[in-house]
């Protein structure tokens, strides 16, 4: 693993108006995630962690503070700028997959290329490359199946390539395994598990224990701070 | 992204859902249909108008009495001004390029043969030119010659109308007619002309002038006014000439009458001043179709709106899937302004299909001329776009301005 850091916060802050009350959701988040990281960010509900996810995901933009990603200040940048950083740096893998249903999965994973703002990819390759993706995450012979006629765990594997297609430095996962049963569940960190081998920086969101226990640090996050940061020991 | 990409999204979109795509469009078709149709209903019936009025003489000017303060003064006759019969004689004679004079006098009286009576027909006095001059051929027999009209003959010749009216299968001609208290003989009957104008040529029985201005003209006021007439027309030999013809007849009448020449007892106007008068009618009329044609346009414009609102509702997740993967607002924008856009332009294509074989079927069926203008068909396509970049641009808005966090978690 090199030294290179992926993702910088100094003292994120996030205030939330309704109407005429402040409700502050991050009270000054400062983490720094080296390239390769393997990290869960747990935390009850209301803590925070979701916040922290969106302004990590570019989602959303702090209230105060810095955001360095791949080593660019992204706190200040707006919307049009922000999407571009999701769809050059950033790959999604959501809780409840969020593929778009009228398409195959061969055509979700090609979805993020669309909007490449060079242009670049051209239509054979772009096809190449997520028959590629769609092969390591063990659907093969399922790319032409639209979304309804696949499990969960296998729509989530289509998710999982979706967030590969760009090659983002970054995979964030928000709670990938929570609508899945035990033994997808086990099929989709044992894939994030390959990724991470393969030297993927990934952060992950969840709140089982015995699966943020697979990772290799754990943040954890009460009352928009950070409360607990550790390394699992694990490689 | 891409321009073909987009166009690509947005066809799919809109072709997952083809009923509603096609209830959404139906009012742009209707719409560009009928802007097609009304102008081509409107362009048709003026161009038949026109040709109408010209089918009854070409190069033709009316001198027609009008009865002006001017007149007052005393003229060559009577001190209620207006034309004369000896008028006709003097414009035959002393203008140039006229090629022919043709007179005009009505009076309306009952007419029977048999036991047939028509009340109320209209009887026109006029002179042998008058064939000539509008241009209505005779189905049988002849027209009035000049020793009828000098002698004051008890002839007649017939409209179609009356004819059929009165003969039915009989042969007409030779046949006596009461005409008030005459008896005039039949001479010639004339083919079917039709209503130009408003004024139906096939229902008015044509007799020489004189014989209106001796024994028809019974009222108190029509024997003082003696061999007055109402309207005498002029053919000129060339279009060219028409203009010098109309300053020539008003030097020669004012002169005649002894009136000024700036409020003359007579007005005179030319073919084209009637047909203008009657695009003036058309001409509103038509905007008023156009008007209503467009409304419609617009109405299918709102609907495009509203399908487009419920459908970036029921695609908000679909909008924050395709921003948390990097679409931009910009990206979301053109999505669906080119799905409005697409709608409205198929639309007028499919529009413009119902726009030019509704014409056809007007004309065919309906009896209605109908001229399609390529202009209307650029006019209606155009429209068309503009009320699909208009109307989609609010919701596409819409869309682009979703928060996609909250977009994502929208169900």
């Known amino acids: 693993m090199t030294d290179s850091v992926i993702i910088r916060t100094d003292q994120l802050k ?25 990290v869960a960010i747990m935390g009850p509900s209301g803590s925070g962690k979701s916040t922290l996810m969106n302004i990590l995901g570019c989602l959303d933009s702090p209230t105060d503070g810095q955001y360095y990603l791949d080593d660019q200040d992204v706190s200040k940048l707006n919307r049009a700028q922000l999407a571009h950083i999701r769809n050059e740096k950033l790959g999604f893998i959501f809780q409840s997959y969020n593929l778009l249903p009228r398409m195959s999965a061969l055509e979700n994973v090609t979805l993020p290329m669309m909007y490449i703002k060079a242009a670049a990819g051209n239509q054979v390759e772009m096809t190449k490359k997520a028959e590629e993706l769609l092969g390591i995450v063990g659907l093969g012979d399922r790319i032409h199946h639209q979304p309804k006629e696949l499990s969960g765990g296998q729509q989530q594997r289509v998710a999982i390539a979706r967030a590969l297609i760009n090659d983002p430095v970054l995979v964030l996962a928000d709670e990938p395994t ?21 030297g993927r920086t990934i952060v992950m969101v969840t709140h089982e ?13 009460r009352d928009g701070l950070v409360e607990l940061d550790h390394t699992n020991g694990r490689k | ?15 997952s859902n083809k009923l509603r795509s096609m209830l959404t469009m139906l009012g742009i078709i209707i719409g560009v249909a009928a802007v097609i149709i009304m102008i081509a209903v409107s362009s048709g019936t003026e161009t038949a108008i026109e040709d109408q009025i010209n089918s009854l003489g070409a190069n033709l000017v009316f001198v027609m009495s009008s009865f002006s303060q001017g007149g007052a003064g005393g003229g060559m006759g009577t001190s209620t001004g207006g034309l004369v019969y000896s008028d006709a004689d003097a414009i035959a004679k002393s203008v140039p390029h006229v090629a022919g004079v043709a007179v005009e006098q009505t009076t309306t009286q009952t007419i029977k043969y048999g036991n047939i009576v028509l009340e109320d027909v209209s009887i026109l006095g006029t002179t042998p ?15 009035i010659n000049d020793q009828e009209l000098e002698h004051s003959t008890r002839t007649a010749i017939l409209g179609a109308t009356i004819a ?12 006596k007619i009461s005409v008030g208290t005459l008896k005039l003989t039949v001479v010639g009957v004339f083919e079917e002309k039709g209503l130009v104008s408003g004024v139906d040529y096939d229902a008015r029985v044509y007799v020489p002038i004189t014989l209106v201005f001796d024994k028809l003209m019974n009222s108190q006021f029509s024997r003082i006014a003696g061999d007055r007439v109402r309207i005498i027309y002029v053919t000129v030999d060339d279009k060219e000439n028409i203009d010098d013809v109309i300053l020539q007849i008003n030097l020669l009448l004012s002169k005649l009458h002894d009136v000024p020449l700036e409020s003359p007892d007579f007005q005179i106007s030319t073919q084209q001043d009637i047909i203008q008068t009657q695009s003036a009618t058309t001409e509103s009329f038509r905007i008023l ?5 467009g409304v419609s346009l617009i109405v299918g414009g709102i609907g495009i709106m509203n399908i487009m609102l ?41 529009g413009i299909i119902f726009g030019i074989s509704g014409s056809w079927v007007f004309s065919r069926f309906g009896d209605m001329p109908t001229v399609v203008n390529p202009f209307s068909i650029v006019l209606a396509f155009g429209s068309a776009a503009a009320v699909g970049i208009l109307f989609g641009y609010l919701p596409a808005n819409k869309a682009a301005k979703l928060d996609p966090i909250v977009a994502l978690r929208h169900e």
């Open chain 1, 14 to 38: 996030k205030i939330y108006q309704m109407g005429e009350i402040e409700v502050p959701a991050l009270n000054g988040v400062s983490i720094t995630i080296q390239e390769g990281e393997f």
């Open chain 1, 178 to 198: 929570g609508n899945l049963d035990t033994k997808s569940a086990n099929e989709i960190m044992e894939i994030l598990h390959n990724l991470h081998q393969s």
């Open chain 1, 209 to 221: 224990p015995d699966i943020a226990e697979q990772t290799q640090r754990i943040i954890a996050v």
């Open chain 2, 1 to 15: 992204m891409k321009i073909i990409d987009v166009i690509k999204v947005a066809s799919k979109s809109l072709t």
């Open chain 2, 129 to 143: 030119d008058f064939t000539k001059v509008r241009e209505i051929e005779l189905a049988e027999g002849r027209f």
């Open chain 2, 164 to 175: 059929k009216e009165l003969f039915g299968d009989t042969y007409p001609i030779g046949q």
């Open chain 2, 289 to 293: 179709l156009a008007w209503v044609a």
């Open chain 2, 310 to 350: 419920v459908s970036v509702t029921e695609r908000t997740r679909e909008i924050g899937i395709r921003q948390a993967v990097g679409a931009t607002p910009q990206d979301i924008q053109s999505q669906f302004l080119t799905e409005a856009l697409i709608l409205s332009l198929v639309g007028g294509l499919i």
